[in-house]
């Protein structure tokens, strides 16, 4: 090589000549070899290589170099010099032979490239680790929409192997709806101008596993450019997000289930509102009715009207015990039953309520156990339940109703499951009607909601069904598909005490001469009940208040047989009352009345088992039978 085109090289140059015993001796440089290591090559002139540079005195460079001017063997190398697991210095060599005996090696610095070159090594290194242990799927795609690349974790969320899904496209692995968004999504990127395409697109879509199951995912993607800013592919992250999903449409399902429990007790709190008047109001209607009817002819014309007004009255009071029940703040006089007797003896009168064109099946279970509820209420809930799936079937069909004991664990879950027993007894109930979709369903127990016309009812039935359930401690489900029927499931807990009898007592309703002390506070209620057990006989002192009614029989000479209280007044309330008498009279026998719903009566603590109770509206028959009952036959 010449030694002009030498000196102007940009690459370094040095030349060594060997000598005698195998001496490499350093014959000089090029300027770009002094610039490149930094020192003066004439100052190694005529020294060996290896005195010239110790550092290379143990490396294989002096033998090379040798072999490369005795016998003509070129080779190349690199040099890396590290500091704290850095490249400090990098040099590319190249040894030849020049001439006989001796040699040139050029060489040049590839710091900076070799610096660059283990950046992108770790950095590739850094991604794998990242890609190939994290639960998200990362992944980039061509804008044909196959596959480059794609981390493991695809096979534990999809199912399919990294292999499997390169073979496969967005249209493979995702729901029709979703493969259509992202190809719309796509193409509308794709034909913006560069400028305003979005940077990256989060979206939330559903995929299909290798089994076939539906899983949602959320899938970040920007995208990939080429030097000129134009799209050449996607890249993204994908997460599964199904149990984000899960817990959200939980607590969409728990906030509209707080919803609707606040709606039912605002509408509790309104009907527990009115009750105590309505029902006062009530009471007055279906008393002074009964009172004019039977000072008439039954021939008269006017007795035909006072019935109707009558029936009336009795539609009102039951619509106030239906929203009572619903908000379960219904009065209620719990017996121990065994479900059976009680769905026997209702048959005849859900025959009637059915109609000739559906058939009535029972199926009683063996050894159910006993349950304690008013048989009032289960009377109410077969019924609603009956006329509800009556109103299914319009041309006829068949209504069944199952009974049978099962384990609390195996029972859909009781509105308070503690301290109840290990078995439940379910009442069954299933027709042959038109079923109902997932919306209704959803909604059936909501009061005043109803797929009938206005005439048809008043949306109260499914729920004073609930209300009776979960003021009993059951539980009530529901299916149904549309076409398919419906059958409603109850549960109950049974109890190990004894069963009640349902025989009503024959009481008579034939007045008496006892002294009757009746405390009032409602004028209208007080002079009907004064009126009507005076027409029966009875001597009566009556009160608007506890302290008049304790005035009044301070000045009594003889006993009082019977106080019969209201038990929410103004001033002193029944309760009160009541003690305050037992101090004038041990003996004296007490009834307690009221308008006011089960919650408000309970505070004045009038509900406790065997306490003689009568609930308002109540007409003149049954005040005269219970205040016989009381007083004894």
Known sequence: MPLALVDCSPMGVHRYELQAAGRLVFLGGNPAADRLLGVDNTAFIGRTIEEAFPLLADTEVPARYRAAAEHGTSWQTEQLAYADDQISGAFELHAFQTSPGKMAVLFQEVTERRRMEQALAQSEQRFRLLAENANDVIWTRGLDGKLTYVSPSVERMSGYTPAEMHQLTVVDTSDAESAQRIAELLAGELAKPLAERLPAVTADLVQISKDGRAYDVEIS??????????????????????????????????????????????????AGGVAHDFNNLLTGILGYSELIETSLNPADPICADLQEIRAAAERAAQLTSQLLAFSRKQTTAPLV????AVVERSQRMLSRIIGEDVRLVFSPGDDLGHIKIDPAQLDQILVNLAVNARDAMPRGGELTIETSSSSLLDAPPLSNPAGVSERVVQIAMTDTGHGMDEETKARIFEPFFSTKSDSQGTGLGLATVYGIVKQNHGSIAVTSEPGAGATF???????????????????????????????????????????????????????????????????????????????????MNGRELVAAMSKLQPTLKVL??????????????????????????????????KVRQVLGE
């Open 489 to 571: 499931r109850i549960c109950f807990p049974t109890v190990t005490d004894s069963v009640a009898s349902l025989e009503a007592p024959q009481v008579s309703q034939a007045g008496g001469t006892e002294l009757v002390l009746l405390v009032e506070d409602d004028e209208m209620v007080l002079k009907l009940a004064k009126r009507s057990l005076e027409r029966r006989g009875y001597q009566v002192l009556a009160a608007a208040t506890g302290s008049d009614a304790l005035v009044l029989a301070d000045r009594q000479a003889g006993a009082i047989d019977l106080l019969l209280t209201d038990v929410v007044m103004p001033g």
């Open 221 to 270: 993607a920007n995208w990939i450019l080429d030097s000129e800013g134009n799209p050449i592919g996607v890249q993204g992250i994908t997460r599964d997000i199904s149990e984000r999903k899960s817990a959200e449409a939980e607590r969409a399902q728990l906030e509209a289930q707080l919803r609707q429990s606040q709606k039912m007790e605002a509408i509790g709190r309104l």
């Open 337 to 340: 039953v065994e479900p059976n």
């Open 592 to 625: 307690y009345t009221s308008g006011y719903t089960a919650d408000v009566i309970a505070r004045h603590g009038v509900l406790d088992e065997g306490t003689a109770f009568l609930q308002k509206p109540y007409d003149v028959a049954s005040l005269c039978q």
